[in-house]
């Protein structure tokens, strides 16, 4: 039996896609991916120029594509505001927002506006995005979130929602990178809930790569300076690692495949969803939990001034 692969999306000539961290890595693949099935493809990057050097990529291996780049840092709020600002300014509609931009494990450092990274970018930046272009995402006939999840997500005994910044606990780097990546979960499911109740038209689903091998994971031993840390990480995605291309895939799926239905969650097929090819999967219970879901988006409303779907 054949195995699907992003050769087998529908074509989606008259679909918008915006991608956030479209670069590198998973985000790269996936908009190479939607691009290649005739989407409009937004690639959403903080940087500007790695943004234009992966746009001009993209554009040499598939000359038809349709392609935009545009700034956006997750870790500023001010930056978000005005990302959704100008693409409300010129667009009705946008079918697909694939929440990928992430980063993992790093040093304590904090956003612009004073939130620890990992939680500040993986789940609030993508938190106020979403709230500010669901307008846009209702418009669309079938509009999709896609959030971008980890395995990691199983490495935390839960949320600490009167600390979710790490103000007042001793910070550990891989505990807040799971704690993001459960938040990423809670998110999706309390978003899809919230959308059925108001009657709107867009679903949220998440998705996660197993272990695919990228730049992430050496994010955070380059900047701790920890040679030690880099040249393992590097060394276990070599032998364990399966590609960034393959670990796209459960994105590519979940965002423009017609059975995906809201609330899914896509990830690897293979041994323990290390690897292998999309189908769906289920997160640990933790992430089924409506009291602690609610609790999240109250405090992320808070946090981030965004307030959507009551």
């Not at 956003?111 to 789940?123: D, K, S, W």
């Not at 606990?169 to 990178?177: C, G, L």
């Not at 939990?289 to 981030?304: G, I, K, N, Q």
Request: proline share 4%; with cysteine.
């Amino acid at each position: 039996m054949a195995h699907w692969s992003p050769q087998d999306l529908p074509r989606l000539d008259n679909r918008c896609a915006i991608v956030t961290g479209a670069n590198s890595g998973l985000g790269y693949y996936t908009a190479r991916a939607l691009a290649a099935a005739g989407a409009e493809v937004i690639l959403a990057c903080r940087n500007a120029e790695r943004g234009e050097a992966a746009r001009a990529k993209l554009a040499a291996e598939l000359p038809q594509a349709r392609l935009q780049l545009q700034t956006l840092d997750l870790a500023d709020l001010d930056s978000v505001a005005a990302f959704a600002q100008s693409i409300a300014a010129e667009r009705e509609a946008i079918d697909i927002l694939c929440n990928n931009a992430g980063v993992m494990a790093l040093p304590l450092r904090r956003t612009a506006q004073g939130f620890e990274m990992q939680i500040g970018t993986n789940h609030l930046g993508h938190f106020a995005l979403t709230g500010r272009l669901l307008p846009l995402l209702n418009a669309a006939p079938a509009g999709r979130i896609v959030n971008t999840a980890s395995l990691a997500h199983r490495m935390t005994r839960g949320m600490d929602l009167d600390d979710l910044n790490w103000k007042h606990k001793r910070y550990a780097r891989w505990d807040a990178y799971g704690k993001s990546k459960l938040a990423n979960l809670l998110f999706t499911f309390e978003l899809e809930r919230r959308l059925r109740s108001h009657g709107q038209t867009a679903i949220a689903v998440a998705a996660h790569p197993g272990y695919a091998a990228t730049h992430l994971q050496a994010a955070g031993p380059e900047m701790s300076g920890s040679r030690l840390s880099l040249l393992a990480m590097n060394a276990a995605n070599a032998i364990f690692a399966q590609s960034a291309e393959q670990g796209a895939e459960p994105q590519i799926y979940a965002a423009a495949m017609p059975e995906v239905r809201g609330g899914d969650y896509w990830g690897p097929d293979g041994l323990r969803e290390l690897r292998g090819h999309p189908r769906r999967v289920r997160g640990r219970r933790a992430a089924y939990d409506t009291d602690v879901s609610a609790r999240l988006w109250d405090v992320s409303e808070s946090l981030t001034g965004v307030a959507y779907l009551g």
